[in-house]
């Protein structure tokens, strides 16, 4: 589904202007004359991303943007400031009221696009985080807004930057409210830094002498350790060209040169408050209300996370215009296990299997126990094709390498049988479930060691 942009604006051709323009980069588009209207709107249908503008009577933009941020249903909706206001200074009040980014009039399409990809991928994240941690509540998990706001305090930020002066500027500013700034100008030396330790916001200048900004993001963004840190980049003013190229490659905010330290300031504040709320949606599902959505034997989600959980997946599934697919998966001839070998040799390879299974998927995909040696794998965003994919990778994977036991002979080899549906638009959890559960029933009754998709004679 296409993502949906708010445009708010009190002069019709405005309006028209920008709407004309999004429709035409296939965007859903909604707008409002007020912002009134922009805060009522948003908050009975939260939008992707809003693009509001500075100069409004009554209300203007800043104001706006204020009670959208400090709304509770809106936010995390990224807003964009549009304005023919250039001065730093109202950038800086823009950033401070909440925003993420800024437009300066007339707006070049280049960066107007470059930006809402950007910030559709912010919220995509943060709303599947926000997503599982609904989820957690329900077991208890605190809310992770809790003292982020005002505790910036001992956050660590990494600047690489061969300009020392420009760096230092920044390392004092940030010193101001008790951020701790490491800078390295060497490109090697700062990503073997990143490494070895966790940054809550990396700082990078596009005109390093010895190598390429930009290429440097498109490497921190790929390694694990650094994957989900923001990434700020320190670009020329001129440049447009290399912000939009930037921001298509993952990097999150931008200062432009010369920097003002104010700004540095309020773009920091926003990318460490960003990070750490993340971190501690993401901290909640280790929290030590896990035992009561843990499987107890193997570390995997229970039967009852997965029941909770998988309704807000699909119906997210369904929001996103993208199927779901979920499978079961069964070892084949479990009960000879627990009969010849013993009950511990049993569950030493439903630990072994549920570590294959593990991984063998991505982040994103939920790996429950469903009952006995039954498990299950939805897979959000996941195509019949892509799903296939997975089931018969898990199956080989199983049945390409022993489990081992605490008995003679040591090590056995085992299979799986996998069944496999994709959901519909109309469907509800049952029914995937039930389509699911006759495709592995074809499985067990036609030889077993297979993966079967789901159809009225699944195949």
Do not use: W
Not at 270 to 280: G, P
Not at 315 to 335: A, C, Q, R, T, V
């Amino acid at each position: 589904m296409a993502a949906k942009i708010l445009v708010v604006d009190d002069l019709l051709p405005n309006r028209r202007l920008l709407e004309a323009k999004l429709k035409g980069g296939y965007y859903n588009v909604d707008t409002a004359e007020s912002g009134q209207e922009a805060i009522d709107k948003a908050t009975a249908n939260p939008p992707d991303v809003i693009l509001l503008d500075v100069m409004m009577p009554e209300m203007d933009g800043f104001e706006a943007c204020r009670i959208l941020k400090k709304n509770p249903i809106t936010c995390d909706v990224p807003v964009v400031m549009v304005t023919a206001l250039s001065d730093v200074e109202d950038r800086v009040q823009g950033l401070n009221s909440g925003a993420d980014d800024f437009l300066t009039k007339p707006i070049n399409d280049l960066a107007l696009f470059a930006r809402i990809r950007s910030l559709v991928r912010l919220k995509s994240m943060t709303d599947e985080l926000k997503l599982r941690d609904q989820t957690g509540e329900k077991f208890g998990a605190e809310d992770p807004r809790r003292d982020i706001e005002n505790n910036l305090a001992g956050s660590n930020v990494l600047i690489i930057d061969d300009d020392a002066a420009q760096a230092q500027q920044i390392s004092t500013k940030l010193s101001e409210i008790n951020v701790n700034a490491t800078v390295i100008g060497n490109p090697p030396d700062a990503v073997r830094k990143s490494e070895e330790q966790s940054f809550d916001l990396i700082m990078v200048s596009a005109q390093l002498s010895s190598d390429d900004g930009i290429n440097l993001c498109t490497h921190l963004r790929s390694q694990d350790k650094t994957r989900n840190t923001p990434l700020l980049i320190i670009i020329e003013d001129d440049k447009p060209e290399l912000l939009v190229k930037a921001l298509d490659l993952g990097v999150n905010d931008y200062l432009v040169t010369p920097i003002d330290s104010n700004e540095v300031i309020a773009r920091v504040k926003i990318q460490v408050r960003r990070k750490k709320y993340q971190d501690a949606l993401q901290a909640n599902q280790q929290q030590s209300l896990e035992m009561a959505v843990r499987d107890g034997l193997t570390g995997l989600y229970n039967r009852r996370y997965f029941d909770t959980h998988v309704e807000r997946m699909l119906e997210s599934s369904k929001e996103n215009g993208k199927p779901l697919s979920l499978m079961i998966l069964d070892m084949d001839h479990f009960k000879h296990v627990n009969d010849t070998y013993g009950h511990q040799s049993g569950d030493e390879i439903l630990k072994q299997l549920s570590d294959r299974i593990m991984k063998s998927v991505r982040p994103s995909d939920l790996v429950a126990r469903y009952g006995g040696e039954e498990f299950v794998v939805v897979m959000p965003s996941t195509n019949l094709k892509n799903s296939s994919i997975v089931g018969e990778r898990i199956r080989k994977v199983i049945e390409a390498y022993p489990f081992s036991i605490p008995v003679e002979p040591g090590q056995i080899k085992k299979t799986i049988s996998v069944g496999l549906a994709v959901s519909t638009p109309d469907d509800k959890v049952e029914q995937v479930v039930e389509r699911a559960d006759k495709a592995l029933y074809h499985v067990k009754n036609t030889g077993r060691n297979k993966v079967a998709v789901y159809s009225e004679r699944p195949l």
